[in-house]
């Protein structure tokens, strides 16, 4: 009970104490900035930058104006960037919050939220710790009127100066390690995190103005096949799911028996992603662009689009939600488009359906249509809460009763990620015996958005979409699958698409791979990127960062880990 009243004392003192408050609302703000000092990996300047320019605003701002309890409410949106910040401490270590970050929350809808924030916990009850007593204290200032004495705040402002000056100073050898280079707007908090959060708005505004922009575009497609059968092209695009984990990539368990079995399949050894993030990534699976033109999306169609000029009936079905991107936007300009994933009127939550509930769909449409079909499947695949992708059957790898998302639980992560993929398994199995059985010349090209981290290594990294990418985020599944009719009828791909299986390849051969077998013309189609023509070459792939730029792999920033499994794989860098 005395233990008690002498906390409330205390407490009651700080609150009624503007110096001690002032302390305490430089702490609570600078505690991001201080683990960017210590982590990021800048040289010794660089550090001190990284400390001492955030800290030079804060004396500034609080000093300025007697009543600090209302500066401080009055940077509650500061307190949410910190505490977004910290939960991404959590998640990706030393990165700030990104651009595709900010754009994710923006597009994610309110079911995949709550099953993220839910194991979250640790996380979120130390942003709760410090910054929920911040608040309250701040409040009781501000009602209080309880002012720092004005000698107090004008030493607070000349030490403010100085640390400015010295810490501007300070940069001018400061260098991030990684890049041999520094700048304010990457390297120093919270000014990126800003710099982003206006990247991303902006960025936000173009993509909502895509159907005017865009409206008049043509890509001039057409068809120069002679034949009159018709033919079926599948593309398959997965979420979230990593070769790594794959069993039919050397993966230790049988999370792949089906595919494993699979004739006429041609996994690709050495496929990578352009970008970890799945409006990114997704957006050019489904459209001509890529990481080096990625800037002309705005004026661009989508992959629909030039099977539907070349006279193909195009349907796209989906078993994610609409979130006004550029993956809606390609999608919808099908012919025919569905989308699975309802979400319930009361609770606005999505109500899961398995990706197995495309396929009756895709084969009803097959029968009551006439004609070449071009078809996207877009599945749910393997994304978080991976428990939530699978039914019951398919617990085959226990125990999965995740908790909570941490080290101590890694091995239950494991196993719902293992039956995810499981599960995926059978869903492209039964989607490519499906489409056998209707004896239609079909092929079928399967990847993924981008892979996954489940605290593989010492970094203790989990998700994906961190501005810095890892081997196990870039290495994606990548398959095509050939129907016997299809073969038959096109020997030559089939016996061209063989031979580029080890060879290095990213999403960009996707658009080029389906209109060259489609034997569709349009001066965007790049024949030396079809893995099923003579020319295909080749090139050095490129990675879309977090700011829409080209960059090399072998720039990413990519860690020793990374390079040791690039290494044992054998990929090429």
């Known amino acids: ?153 004008h030493k607070a402002l000349i030490a403010g100066v100085a640390i400015l000056f010295g810490s501007l100073l300070l940069s001018l050898g400061a260098k991030n390690t990684n890049r041999n280079a520094f700048a304010f ?158 979400t319930d009127p009361k609770t606005r939550l999505t109500v899961n359906r398995p990706d197995e509930d495309l396929i009756p769909i895709m084969m009803n449409l097959i029968e009551k249509t006439t004609g070449n079909l071009f078809i996207v499947l877009h599945s749910y695949g393997s994304h978080f809460n991976y428990k939530e992708r699978y039914p019951l059957a398919y617990q085959k790898f226990t125990p999965d009763n995740l908790t909570a998302v941490s080290r101590r639980q890694k091995e239950q992560l494991v196993n719902t990620y293992d039956n995810s993929i499981s599960y995926t398994d059978y869903f492209l199995s039964s989607t490519l015996q499906a489409l056998q059985e209707v004896n239609i010349p079909s092929l079928v090209l399967y990847t993924s958005d981008h892979g996954e981290d489940l605290f593989d290594d010492d970094r203790g990294l989990f998700l994906h979409s961190s501005p810095t990418p890892s081997y196990y985020q870039l290495h994606i599944p990548f398959f095509l699958w050939f129907s016997d009719s299809f073969i038959e009828e096109h020997p030559e791909q089939y016996h061209l698409a063989q031979q580029r299986k080890k060879e290095p390849i990213s999403t960009h051969v996707i658009f080029h791979t389906l209109l060259d077998a489609a034997e569709i013309q349009t001066p965007y189609l790049k024949r030396e990127f079809s893995l099923v023509h003579p020319q295909f070459k080749a090139i050095p792939r490129q990675y879309l960062n977090d700011h829409d730029q080209a960059v090399p792999y072998q720039q990413m920033n990519l860690k020793e880990e990374d390079f040791e499994q690039i290494k044992k794989l054998n990929l090429k860098k």
């Open 1 to 153: 009970m005395q233990e008690k009243i002498q906390r409330r004392s205390l407490l009651g003192r700080l609150s009624t104490n503007p110096v001690a408050l002032f302390y305490i609302y430089l702490v609570v703000n600078m505690v991001p900035s201080l683990y960017f000092a210590l982590f990021q990996p800048l040289n010794l300047l660089g550090k001190a930058t990284v400390f001492l320019f955030p800290l030079s605003l804060y004396l500034l701002v609080f000093s300025l104006f007697k009543n600090m309890g209302r500066t401080q409410i009055l940077l509650f949106p500061v307190l949410f960037i910190h505490a977004f910040q910290i939960v991404l401490f959590y998640l990706f270590g030393e990165d700030v919050i990104a651009v595709d970050m900010y754009l994710n929350v923006a597009t994610t809808n309110t079911s995949e939220i709550t099953e993220l924030l839910g194991s979250l916990l640790p996380s979120i009850a130390f942003v709760c710790i410090l910054y929920i007593p911040t608040i309250v204290w701040a409040i009781l200032q501000w009602k209080r009127k309880i002012y720092a004495p004005k000698l107090f705040r």
């Open 185 to 342: 707007t990457v390297d120093v908090y919270p000014i990126n995190a800003y710099y982003n959060l206006n990247f991303a708005i902006n960025k936000w505004k173009k993509v909502q103005a895509y159907p005017e922009t865009s409206k008049d575009f043509t890509f001039n497609s057409t068809s120069a096949s002679t034949k009159d059968q018709r033919e079926i092209f599948v593309l398959i695009v997965g979420e979230t799911s990593r070769a790594h984990n794959w069993q039919v990539y050397g993966y230790d368990r049988p999370t792949t028996p089906h595919l494993s079995q699979q004739q006429n399949t041609i996994f690709y050894q050495d496929a990578l992603t352009q970008s970890n993030t799945t409006h990114k990534s997704v957006s050019m699976i489904l459209s001509d662009v890529n990481a080096t033109n990625y800037a002309e999306i705005y004026q661009r169609k989508g992959i629909a689009q030039a099977f539907k000029e070349a006279g193909f009936t195009t349907i796209c079905l989906s078993n994610q939600s609409e979130n006004h991107s550029f993956i809606e936007y390609f999608t919808k300009e099908a012919d025919i488009y569905q989308t699975i994933r309802t």
